[in-house]
T-cell receptor, first 116, second 113 residues
Framework: AQSVTQLDSQVPVFEEAPVELRCNYSSSVSVYLFWYVQYPNQGLQLLLKYLSGSTLVKGINGFEAEFNKSQTSFHLRKPSVHISDTAEYFCAVSDTKEWDDYKLSFGAGTTVTVRA | DGGITQSPKYLFRKEGQNVTLSCEQNLNHDAMYWYRQDPGQGLRLIYYSQIVNDFQKGDIAEGYSVSREKKESFPLTVTSAQKNPTAFYLC????????????FGPGTRLTVT
């Protein structure tokens, strides 16, 4: 079974500054990795995903993430944030061997607050 | 307009009452899920179903029940046995053909007093 650790529970950042959200996972096998965003009182929306191939993954709204197998990490970055990026961000992992189970394990979330 | 609908958005119940949360999808996905979200704890899986008439317990199934009589529908009942039912409940669906991601509904906020 896998677990996901999001290393920062809260990240305050000024508008137009860069942001990095850290995610580490533990798994003994290959994984699929996801980042989701949740705006207040809404469901989750997929930002990006890593299934295979290039370790640098680009997503929506200018976000990107890098898969590092040796460090079992999947950190999310954006070079310049906007006020509208204020939200909660979740890292999720699925074990490729258990994919037939269709299950994701989620981190506890990182709240990003963008200030003018 | 494809997607997942959950109703109602807000739900209030008295302690001791069972309550059923609705989840419907028109994405033709085989798998459906129910998660519970509490502040600072991320999403925890309650139940999931990979096919009609079959479902499995997730990590926190105690005090909950589900049914999957139709592909499109996966209602969740929060029973009086659930010790702390006040939470935000999210329904999702997914499929291998959907490139492995799960699609989420808007959620139902349940308050039990």
């Amino acid at each position: 079974a896998q677990s996901v650790t999001q290393l920062d529970s809260q990240v305050p950042v000024f508008e137009e500054a860069p942001v990095e959200l850290r995610c580490n996972y533990s798994s003994s096998v290959s994984v699929y990795l996801f980042w989701y965003v949740q705006y207040p009182n809404q469901g989750l929306q997929l930002l990006l995903k890593y299934l295979s191939g290039s370790t640098l993954v680009k997503g929506i709204n200018g976000f990107e993430a890098e898969f590092n197998k040796s460090q079992t990490s999947f950190h999310l970055r954006k070079p310049s944030v906007h006020i509208s990026d204020t939200a909660e961000y979740f890292c999720a992992v699925s074990d490729t061997k258990e994919w037939d189970d269709y299950k994701l394990s989620f981190g506890a979330g990182t709240t990003v607050t963008v200030r003018a | 307009d494809g997607g997942i609908t959950q109703s109602p958005k807000y739900l209030f119940r008295k302690e001791g009452q069972n309550v059923t949360l609705s989840c419907e999808q028109n994405l033709n996905h085989d798998a459906m899920y129910w998660y519970r979200q509490d502040p600072g704890q991320g999403l925890r899986l309650i139940y999931y179903s990979q096919i009609v008439n079959d479902f499995q317990k997730g990590d926190i199934a105690e005090g909950y029940s589900v049914s999957r009589e139709k592909k499109e529908s996966f209602p969740l009942t929060v029973t009086s046995a659930q010790k702390n039912p006040t939470a935000f409940y999210l329904c999702a669906s997914g499929d291998r053909d959907g490139a492995y991601e799960q699609y989420f509904g808007p959620g139902t906020r349940l308050t039990v007093t």
